[in-house]
């Protein structure tokens, strides 16, 4: 890494350069334009040079565990100067992550006994849900609950060429479903996906973020839409449809269990390009191909609209809440079929902490506020960053992977309140790019901590509770 002073730090259009940047010991800085940051916030690159990082999550010891591609799991001491002047100091390969053993995640959830003081993991694993294996969307997003804490909450997308099989509820695909660990013993049969556990929602093409909001418990999740839509022969995939943040209710008997409509209904974005869009707004279901069995009525009157509707194709990956409720954070990995690029960016969501309800309204078109974001849309998705993973640390600081850069970012709210002139602060630096300490497992994967005590894989992500 390069080692770098405040008198070395670099001011870019849109950001600036303070005395954070004095603090930090050593500064990396990004091989493309330098992000831009929200006026509240401030920025550092932590990492850099991994190989696909997805999902991160801290353990009860403070070390950051991170999925990378073809690697497998990875743990991270950090040094922690203050705000965001945070370097990795050791880095450990805890699981090794073969192709064989990548498609077998696709299929399953495993489970690891783990110890965080001494970061080891046991041997053997232990699989928990398996008979998920499909094509295409293969991300197995993973929750574990803290209003619930022996619900384990498991997304699975949908299949190319498959996609009139999500409709059928006994295929398991495009479902979100909740699985019960309290009555999971050493001789237990793992769970059958497409049989067993809660459904909570199904009808979803690929909800990949899934978080719980810590007060009330409710259960959201965040959508893929689908690309290159018709309606009625028209094409309208630049527009449309949205994706989608969906409610799935709660995991003490109260969920939805309902159809989001996926392949027949999807939300509206912009509808004055949707063909026949009488009636039609921001955040309403629309059948992509109407008929005599399927109209805008049936989508209305059938299926589970979503609670906000962001822009198509930005692609959301991840959703964290803060400790109190108020706020959840989202990861939008960005387009890769759209005329003009859009996404790549993570933004907030304003949420009521007493009920869990997002304070925007369905139809809202500035739900998000972003908080960092590329400058310059035009040259992504390769010469940009892509936000992928999420996570909070114990000082309420947002970490965030970018997968096809192979980095991770640290952000944090500055003290006071910000004006609406100033400029977000980002810690960067004068230098060739450095490469970074090493981070990162699969693409894929997900991972959580059951209790502080074990690991949970699947296909797609990291977590942990």
Same mark, same amino acid.
């Given at each position: ?29 990004? =091989?493309?334009?330098? =992000? ?35 690697? &497998? ?38 489970? !690891? ?7 080891? *993991? ?38 190319? &060429? ?5 409709? +059928? ?38 909800? *990949? ?16 839409? +689908?690309?290159? #839509? ?6 309208? /995939? ?91 954070? #989202?990861?939008? /990995? ?6 003009? =690029? ?90 060739? =790019? ?7 497992? &699969?693409?894929? !994967? ?5 209790? !502080? ?13």
């Amino acid at each position: 890494m390069k080692t770098n002073g405040l008198a070395r730090a670099v001011l870019a259009t849109g950001l600036s350069a303070t005395a954070a940047a004095a603090g930090c010991a050593k500064v990396l800085i990004p =091989p493309y334009e330098v =992000p831009s940051v929200n006026s509240g916030w401030e920025a550092q690159l932590v990492a850099g040079g991994l190989t696909k990082p997805r999902s991160i999550e801290f353990d009860s010891s403070g070390a950051l565990l991170v999925v990378e591609s073809g690697k &497998g799991l990875t743990r991270h001491k950090l040094t922690d100067s203050g705000g965001t002047c945070i370097a990795v100091s050791d880095s450990t390969l805890l699981i090794s992550q073969t192709s064989t053993v990548y498609v077998s995640t696709v299929d399953a959830v495993y489970a !690891w006994a783990y110890d965080a003081d001494k970061g080891t *993991v046991s041997a053997t694993p232990r699989v928990i849900v398996n008979n998920m294996s499909n094509n295409d969307l293969v991300t197995r997003t993973l929750l574990i609950s803290r209003k619930e804490p022996d619900k384990l909450v498991v997304s699975r997308g949908s299949s190319e &060429g498959n996609e009139v099989k999500a409709a +059928v509820l006994s295929s398991g695909l495009s479902q979100v479903r909740a699985f019960d660990l309290g009555n999971f013993t050493t001789t237990s049969k793992a769970y059958n996906f497409n049989t067993e556990g809660i459904v909570l929602g199904w009808g979803l093409r690929n909800s *990949v973020g899934i978080g719980e909001h810590p007060v009330t418990g409710g259960i959201y999740g965040v959508e893929n839409s +689908v690309d290159g #839509v018709t309606r009625n022969n028209k094409d309208i /995939h630049e527009n449309n449809p949205g994706e989608e943040l969906n409610f799935f209710g709660f995991l003490n008997g109260t969920g939805t269990g309902g159809n989001y409509g996926y392949p027949h209904c999807f939300a509206v974005w912009e509808p004055t390009e949707i063909p026949d869009h009488d009636g039609l707004g921001v955040g309403d279901q629309f059948a992509v191909q109407e008929n005599n069995t399927l109209t805008d009525e049936v989508c209305a009157k059938d299926y589970i609209a979503p609670r906000l509707t962001f822009p198509a194709h930005y692609a959301p990956l991840d959703i964290k809440f803060t400790k109190d409720g108020s706020e959840a954070f #989202v990861s939008f /990995h960005g387009s890769f079929d759209k005329t003009d =690029p859009v996404g790549y960016r993570v933004g907030s969501l304003a949420f009521n902490p007493a009920t869990g309800e997002p304070e925007a309204p369905a139809d809202a078109l500035n739900a998000l506020t972003d908080i960092i974001s590329n400058n310059n849309h035009n040259v992504c998705p390769g010469g940009c960053f892509r936000p992928a993973g999420l996570a909070l640390d114990a000082a309420g600081r947002l970490w965030m992977t970018s997968d096809t850069t192979g980095e991770i970012y640290v952000l944090q709210k500055k003290a006071g309140s910000p004006t609406a002139t100033a400029s977000g602060t980002i810690v960067t630096a004068t230098g060739a =790019p450095s490469s970074g300490a090493g981070v990162g497992a &699969g693409w894929g !994967w997900e991972v959580r901590v059951l209790g !502080w005590g074990s690991l949970v894989f699947v296909g797609g992500f990291l977590a942990l509770v």
